[in-house]
């Protein structure tokens, strides 16, 4: 069964707020993703870690901070974010690092007010 | 750089009709394919996938063949039903990069009774 949890579903935060996006998978995958979707837009890729370390950093700003405490968690810590940051953040796993095959999760709905 | 075009959307259809979602794509060297759905307030849930030239990817009804000879990826079903209503991204992994997912535009599908 290939399973993505993120938490939370929907988040609403202001603009000086500190938040995280939380991210688990038990099926043992070592390559984690986090991907930003806007309104009627395709997934685009932010961060990618391979063995819990961060292989793939696409030119985020500095706001959105990720982490990956061990093999099976992936946190995106958000800082000082703009209206403009609202979106839906989607975390996706494979089994190995250019594995081919990245399976997502249902999503965070984020919005910066 | 690699890319995915889809065809616009929506595509309006009725209850049982014949689908066809055009997908067409630009990499180096012999990509993988996939196409993944995306129901509304959700995240993305991986439909099917081919890996090499003439392979056939299937799931739930829906397939598509990966054709080498006309870099083509089109999703088909013979009999589609209201619950099939979602938005569908074609997508391709390349060689060099099988971390980064390159997704098309998505194609919105709207199925009536």
């Known amino acids: 069964d290939t399973e993505v949890t993120q938490t939370p579903k929907h988040l609403v935060m202001g603009m000086t707020n500190k938040k995280s996006l939380k991210c688990e998978q038990h099926m043992g995958h070592r390559a984690m993703y986090w991907y930003k979707q806007k309104a009627k837009k395709p997934p685009e890729l932010m961060f990618v870690?391979?063995?819990?370390?961060?292989?793939i950093n696409e030119s985020v700003p500095s706001r959105f901070s990720p982490e990956c405490p061990n093999s099976s968690l992936l946190n995106l810590h958000l800082h000082a974010l703009q209206p403009e940051d609202s979106a839906l953040y989607l975390c996706a796993s494979s089994q190995e690092p250019g594995g081919n095959t990245i399976y997502f999760g249902e999503g965070s709905w984020l919005t910066v007010v | 750089g690699d890319s995915v075009t889809q065809m616009e959307g929506p595509v309006t259809l009725s209850e049982e009709a014949f689908l066809t979602i055009n997908c067409t794509y630009t990499a180096t060297g012999y990509p993988s394919l996939f196409w993944y759905v995306q129901y509304p307030g959700e995240g993305l849930q991986l439909l099917l996938k081919a890996t090499k030239a003439d392979d056939k990817g299937s799931n739930k009804g829906f397939e598509a063949t990966y054709r080498k000879e006309t870099t083509s990826f089109h999703l088909e079903k013979g009999s589609v039903q209201v619950s099939d209503s979602a938005v569908y991204f074609c997508?391709?992994?390349?060689?060099?990069?099988?971390?980064?997912?390159?997704f098309g535009t998505g194609t919105r599908l709207q199925v009536f009774p």
């Open positions: 997508a391709l992994s390349s060689r060099d990069n099988t971390d980064k997912l390159i």
């Open positions: 870690y391979s063995y819990e370390k961060l292989s």
